[in-house]
């Protein structure tokens, strides 16, 4: 008699054991599925007027699943929007996909930020406060340095 409840005391360990080390692994590979952004190479041109002004990065997803760029906003605007490019033709668009293990590059000619209604120009040297979030990830915030007119990176 004395040997079953050792024996059902082992086999209740190892059942906890198996299901603790489930759970481990689903817990691992969840964080594995999720997008882990960063963001790199901002930067906003000079604006030669106090009307609008574009916004340029890349935001790099080295996660394991997408994720979708969906506002942004900043102290200096009313309004940022996101735009596309596409045939020479720029256009508002509600969001912008982040591949996972890729990247969405916002640049010159191509996807970019429009900064709206500006409550003043920001001038070279400056830095501008953006908040970006996403559909999936928490929002991340960048103090974006404002650059020459002519700035290429």
Known sequence: MSRR?????????ALAGALLATGAAACGSADGD???????????????????????????????????????????????????????????VSSLPVPAGGALELSRGG???MFMELDRRPAEGETVPVELRFE??????????????????
């Open 5 to 13: 409840p050792r024996a059902r005391r082992a086999l209740g360990l």
């Open 34 to 92: 999720a997008p882990r952004l960063t963001v790199e190479g901002a930067y906003m041109p000079e604006p030669p007027t106090t009307d609008t002004a574009g916004g340029f990065l890349t935001v790099r997803n080295d996660g394991g699943a997408d994720d979708s760029l969906t506002s942004v906003s900043s102290d200096v605007a009313g309004e940022v929007q996101i735009h596309t490019t596409a045939g020479g033709r720029m256009r508002q």
């Open 111 to 113: 996807d970019h930020l």
């Open 136 to 153: 999936k990830s928490g929002p991340i915030r960048v103090e974006v340095p404002v650059e020459a007119t002519n700035h290429v990176p």
